[in-house]
């Protein structure tokens, strides 16, 4: 029988192994930039992974449980969340940066953190405070992200947020898709993201539109014969030798799992072959590009359009998810409005932060806050004559 002795991986051992393991282009944990307030960093992580765990156990990431990503929590616990999507944003980028030798710890904090801003019911929750506070710099979920990791988690007696290093902030202010655009004005504007910062966007934006495709089949609103005929679900269909009938649930998730993996592997052939031609020797080289080196090939990314048509004229714009939304952005224009003309019915902890931010970024933060189920809470309690106040 053999006998092996415990060890303790330390951190200047993790340090080590990115120095072999991450490629000129990715960041390490080593050389980064630092935190806005200097801190000893622990023996036994690097500060990315710390991080990684930082994001993990603040009350923000917990609420993202019950916050909208598609279909309202109550609508069936099967549906994708918030938290859910955060999860898989996570899973596919780590598989992503560990192919393509970027590092995975920054990857993952970035990741976990990218949706933190997210207000009640996903994007009309945005909509609609970006609209009530338009005369007041309006709300945007990527700052308000930024705004919860440097303001306000209270978690340390020896600064406010989470001190974060410069490059998980940087990938978060630098998180865009084709339908969310970046606003880097305090960090090197005149530079991409890094590629860790590159991977999380294109995470995000394959989790949402497998997981969105999975929800959209699951509650009808899509269905095979829909798409039938479109370039990526043809491909897959004839990946797992699926030739149509009755979509049962393991054969729907035979498809999914499939097209998550067309989807990774074209997006790390096309990211490989632009990193190969550019050149670039460091992180700073790949920032310094006119493109983005993290993106499909063409023919991937027309078929990705195609899809995401389907879904958008068929699922987000289907008259059940737009009433949802309609009520959504009524029951926070209502909040918003009601603490705003009386600013008594907020709790103390939100009520106290109005001489530091003013009134309506108070409202703002404390609604954006909310989950789902608080809100409708809130707006009862608010409206509802017979609702304990």
Same mark, same amino acid.
């Given at each position: 029988?053999?006998?092996?002795?415990?060890?303790?991986?330390?951190?200047?051992?993790?340090?080590?192994?990115?120095?072999?393991?991450? =490629?000129?282009?990715?960041?390490?944990?080593?050389?980064?930039?630092?935190?806005?307030?200097?801190?000893?960093?622990?023996?036994?992580?690097?500060?990315?992974?710390?991080?990684?765990?930082?994001?993990?156990?603040?009350? &923000?990431?917990?609420?993202?449980?019950?916050?909208?990503?598609?279909?309202?929590?109550?609508? %069936? +616990?099967?549906?994708?969340?918030?938290?859910?999507?955060?999860?898989?944003?996570?899973?596919?980028?780590?598989?992503? =940066?560990?192919?393509?030798?970027?590092?995975?710890?920054?990857? @993952?904090?970035?990741?976990?953190?990218? +949706?933190?801003?997210?207000?009640?019911?996903?994007?009309? %929750?945005?909509?609609?405070?970006?609209?009530?506070?338009?005369?007041?710099?309006?709300?945007?979920?990527?700052?308000?992200?930024?705004?919860?990791?440097?303001?306000?988690?209270?978690?340390?007696?020896?600064?406010?947020?989470?001190?974060?290093?410069?490059?998980?902030?940087?990938?978060?202010?630098?998180?865009?898709?084709?339908? +969310?655009?970046?606003?880097?004005?305090?960090?090197?504007?005149?530079?991409?993201?890094?590629?860790?910062?590159?991977?999380?966007?294109?995470?995000?934006?394959? /989790?949402?539109?497998?997981?969105?495709?999975?929800?959209?089949?699951?509650?009808?609103?899509?269905? &095979?014969?829909?798409?039938?005929?479109?370039?990526?679900?043809?491909?897959?269909?004839?990946?797992?030798?699926?030739?149509?009938?009755?979509?049962?649930?393991?054969?729907?998730?035979?498809?999914?799992?499939?097209?998550?993996?067309?989807?990774?592997?074209?997006?790390? =052939?096309?990211?490989?072959?632009?990193?190969?031609?550019? %050149?670039?020797?460091?992180?700073?080289?790949?920032?310094?590009?006119?493109?983005?080196?993290?993106?499909?090939?063409? @023919?991937?990314?027309?078929?990705?359009?195609?899809?995401?048509?389907?879904?958008?004229?068929?699922?987000?714009?289907?008259?059940?998810?737009?009433?949802? &939304?309609?009520?959504?952005?009524?029951?926070?224009?209502?909040?918003?409005?009601?603490?705003?003309?009386?600013?008594?019915?907020?709790?103390?902890?939100?009520? @106290?932060?109005?001489?530091?931010?003013?009134?309506?970024? &108070?409202?703002?933060?404390?609604?954006? %806050?909310?989950?789902?189920?608080? /809100?409708? +809470?809130?707006?009862?309690?608010?409206?509802?004559?017979?609702?304990?106040?």
């Amino acid at each position: 029988m053999l006998y092996f002795r415990s060890m303790i991986i330390t951190r200047r051992q993790l340090e080590e192994h990115e120095a072999v393991t991450v =490629a000129p282009y990715g960041l390490r944990a080593r050389h980064s930039k630092g935190r806005a307030y200097p801190e000893d960093e622990p023996r036994d992580r690097t500060a990315f992974q710390r991080d990684r765990d930082r994001v993990l156990h603040t009350t &923000a990431f917990r609420r993202l449980e019950y916050k909208t990503q598609v279909f309202v929590n109550y609508e %069936g +616990d099967y549906y994708r969340t918030r938290l859910t999507h955060t999860l898989e944003v996570a899973q596919i980028g780590r598989s992503v =940066a560990r192919s393509l030798g970027a590092n995975e710890d920054l990857v @993952e904090a970035i990741c976990l953190a990218h +949706d933190l801003g997210h207000p009640p019911f996903g994007h009309s %929750g945005e909509v609609a405070l970006n609209k009530l506070m338009a005369e007041h710099n309006g709300f945007d979920h990527n700052k308000q992200s930024l705004r919860i990791v440097t303001k306000l988690e209270h978690r340390y007696p020896n600064f406010p947020g989470l001190n974060l290093t410069w490059e998980t902030r940087e990938g978060i202010v630098k998180h865009e898709t084709e339908y +969310d655009t970046a606003d880097a004005s305090s960090y090197e504007p005149d530079l991409r993201g890094h590629l860790e910062a590159q991977i999380t966007n294109a995470a995000d934006e394959l /989790a949402y539109t497998a997981h969105d495709l999975d929800d959209g089949l699951r509650s009808g609103l899509i269905t &095979a014969e829909l798409l039938d005929g479109t370039g990526l679900w043809e491909a897959t269909k004839a990946s797992v030798g699926w030739t149509g009938g009755p979509l049962d649930d393991l054969t729907r998730h035979r498809l999914i799992r499939r097209l998550i993996g067309l989807e990774v592997a074209d997006l790390v =052939a096309a990211a490989s072959a632009r990193i190969d031609s550019s %050149g670039a020797q460091s992180a700073l080289d790949l920032q310094k590009l006119a493109h983005n080196v993290i993106g499909w090939s063409p @023919e991937l990314t027309a078929k990705n359009r195609e899809l995401k048509s389907i879904l958008f004229n068929n699922m987000y714009r289907h008259y059940r998810v737009v009433r949802m &939304a309609t009520k959504a952005e009524n029951f926070l224009t209502a909040l918003f409005q009601a603490y705003v003309a009386e600013p008594a019915q907020l709790p103390p902890s939100a009520h @106290e932060r109005i001489d530091e931010v003013g009134l309506h970024r &108070a409202v703002c933060d404390y609604i954006a %806050g909310m989950t789902d189920r608080y /809100a409708l +809470d809130e707006h009862a309690k608010l409206f509802d004559p017979y609702a304990r106040p």
